[in-house]
């Protein structure tokens, strides 16, 4: 019986493995065919996309970055998900948390280090509770969570980019543009050098990982969660309030939105500016690497930056082999295609015994 149990682990932790590398050699096998097409050398051209996003110091610096809120929004989505509820408003999420903890950097009357903090709990707490409004519409009225939190993002957006439109927007510089004034440089998060965007952001975002990790590894919550994702009316048979799990994992799943829109504006950006979180994908890219990870945070980080280094090295492809950027973007849109397509046979797979048991048996 042991040996069964070691077995079945061992196969699926090989499955695990295998799944996202062979779904990330399609998506990269079909972008070599589209650049042969154009009459491109695929071979060169991986080696001058990988080689510049991964390999050289300054675009490092800039995948790296860019990685930050792209894993933070994955994980965000991923404690969601593995309890079942399908969160696809991070963006919106994001655009509330990081507009709440600008206006706060920018009037709070004191500009210290310490104000910063005050900002990130501002913009975690705005976070969490636009991702409840949502949630209390599927509690009260029975809406569909993933519609309400989609269909979200679009209202988040307009109303975001009203404020950087009208009452906040920056007039000292380029009146065009649609930003808010600079935040106060004692605020700023410190940068390692001037010559690229690299900043302790990068850092904080992957001890958030870390520690949402261990939170949904050796916590009650994250046990609890996990088992509500795994079967609802087996939970709430143990003791599981079922409402009050998803409150707390779509509470949990805002805050996370808010501290990546966070580090994006202290670490980056030092303002809110129009489309911020919608133009970048910041979300969507996440929600491709937790798909690939299935679920995991540290995976859900890895392949972060390995999107992040796709999104670089398509933009350095452009300005040095005469490739689109959008390359990239037709990669990584391949490489979720397949994990998708394994992830609804999988469901399949799962959903059959159900169906054969509800039928006596019968096929």
Known sequence: MADTIQEIRKKKAIQNVLSPVIAILGGLILGAIIMLAVGT???????????????????????LVRSAPIMLAGVAAAVAWRAGY????MQGQMCVGGLCATLVALYFPVKTPLTTILCFIVGMAAGAIWALIPTFFDYKFNASLIITTLMLNYATNYITDYFVAYPIKDTAGDGMALQSPQIAEAMRFFRFSKKNAMNVSVFLAIAMVILVYFILKKTRFGYESKITGLNRNFASYGGIKSSKMMFMTMAFSGALCGFAACIEIFGARYRYVNAMFSSTSYAWTGLMAMLIAKYNPILTLVYSIFLAGLSIGGQALQRTVGLPMQISDIIQCCITLFVSVKIIIDFKHKQTPERLSAKGGKA
């Open 41 to 63: 050398n695929p071979i060169y051209a991986y080696a001058q996309m990988f080689g510049k996003s991964f390999f050289t110091p300054y675009y490092l610096a800039q995948t």
């Open 86 to 89: 399908i969160n696809l408003g």
